[in-house]
């Protein structure tokens, strides 16, 4: 081979490795890049001229590793406060009428239908399921007449008044 070829090669050699050597080179500054990042902040100064930094952050890595945990499943139990009275319905009116219909809970111990009648005639409550079955008389009194009466069973319920004055009846169910 010719001196003047021998040298073309060799030449051709040296800038191979010279652009493996460059390629190298770039790819460890855009590795460094990748693990960096650049963060942009503006400042203003006191004469009121914004001025922009970069700031370069380091790559960071964090490692978080938890001791193992073990769980004991403990049965639930679920407790329902005690409920006190409440009240079902409160009715009022004169002269002879039906109360709206008012339901006693399943969950209820007892029951109380409170009276104050003050007609001098006939008063009488009478229990009754819908839409017009006799249940019991509650109440049956000549003159004015207030008391109440303490049932045990549960449904649904309204009242069939007889009075000659007003009167007011107040149904309450209880769970203790």
């Given at each position: 081979?010719?001196?003047?070829?021998?040298?073309?090669?060799?030449?051709?050699?040296?800038?191979?490795?010279?652009?493996?050597?460059?390629?190298?080179?770039?790819?460890?500054?855009?590795?460094?890049?990748?693990?960096?990042?650049?963060?942009?902040t503006a400042t203003t100064s006191a004469t009121g001229t914004t001025v922009a930094e970069n700031t370069t952050l380091a790559p960071t890595t964090t490692v978080t590793t938890a001791a193992p945990t073990t769980t004991t499943a403990r049965p639930t139990t679920t407790t329902t406060a005690p409920r006190?009275?409440?009240?079902?319905?409160?009715?009022?009116?004169?002269?002879?009428?039906?109360?709206?219909?008012?339901?006693?809970?399943?969950?209820?111990?007892?029951?109380?239908?409170?009276?104050?009648?003050?007609?001098?005639?006939?008063?009488?409550?009478?229990?009754?399921?819908?839409?017009?079955?006799?249940?019991?008389?509650?109440?049956?009194?000549?003159?004015?007449?207030?008391?109440?009466?303490?049932?045990?069973?549960?449904?649904?319920?309204?009242?069939?008044?007889?009075?000659?004055?007003?009167?007011?009846?107040?149904?309450?169910?209880?769970?203790?």
């Amino acid at each position: 081979m010719p001196a003047t070829e021998a040298a073309v090669v060799a030449a051709g050699r040296r800038w191979k490795t010279w652009q493996v050597a460059l390629v190298a080179i770039l790819a460890f500054i855009i590795g460094i890049a990748a693990g960096s990042s650049t963060k942009k902040t503006a400042t203003t100064s006191a004469t009121g001229t914004t001025v922009a930094e970069n700031t370069t952050l380091a790559p960071t890595t964090t490692v978080t590793t938890a001791a193992p945990t073990t769980t004991t499943a403990r049965p639930t139990t679920t407790t329902t406060a005690p409920r006190g009275p409440r009240q079902v319905g409160q009715f009022t009116g004169s002269s002879s009428k039906q109360t709206p219909t008012f339901t006693i809970d399943p969950d209820a111990k007892s029951w109380t239908i409170a009276w104050n009648m003050t007609g001098s005639d006939n008063n009488n409550i009478t229990l009754k399921h819908p839409p017009d079955e006799y249940d019991k008389l509650v109440v049956n009194e000549i003159g004015p007449t207030k008391d109440q009466s303490q049932f045990y069973t549960t449904g649904t319920y309204f009242l069939d008044v007889g009075g000659s004055g007003s009167w007011s009846i107040t149904v309450t169910e209880s769970f203790t």
